[in-house]
C-alpha cells in the first residue's frame, strides 16, 4: 500500500498556518480596518465549512481498509471496536465543525456592517 505524503504535508501546513494565524494576531495592529478582519473570518468559515467532508472521508478510508482486513489493532482484540469508536468520534468532530462554520458565518454577518471610523471623529461604542 503507497500513500501520497503529500496529503500529510498539507496537513501539517495547515496546522503550521493556525498556529502562525495564533502568533500574529496577538497583535492588535495586524488589521488596519475590520474588512481585513472580515476576510480572515470568511476564510475561517470556509475552512470549517470544508472540515465535516474531510473528517467524513477520513471515516471511509478507515472503514474501508478494515473492511478489507488491512488494519490491526494492537490490544490483542480486533480491531472493529476501535474503528467504530474513532469513527464516531470524527462524525462527532465533523458535526463540531459544522457548527464551528455556521458561528463563523453568524460572525460574518455581523462584520459585514463595520468599518473603520473616519480619522478625528469618535464613534460611540454602544450598540
Known sequence: ??????????AERAAEDV???NHRTRDPRVFTAPAEMYRL?????????????????????LRAEHDHG???????????????AAGAD?????DAADE???????????LAHLGAADSGHAVSKRG
Open 70 to 84: 488491512r488494519i490491526r489493532a494492537d490490544t490483542g482484540t480486533g480491531p472493529g471496536r476501535i474503528v467504530a
Open 90 to 94: 470524527l462524525a462527532g468532530a465533523g
Open 41 to 61: 473570518v470568511g476564510e475561517l468559515a470556509v475552512l470549517a465549512g470544508g472540515l465535516p467532508q474531510l473528517l467524513g472521508q477520513l471515516d471511509r478510508w
Open 100 to 110: 464551528l462554520a455556521n458561528a463563523l458565518d453568524a460572525a460574518l454577518a455581523h
Open 19 to 21: 498556529r502562525e494565524l
Open 1 to 10: 500500500m503507497t500513500g501520497d505524503g503529500h496529503v500529510l504535508e498539507l
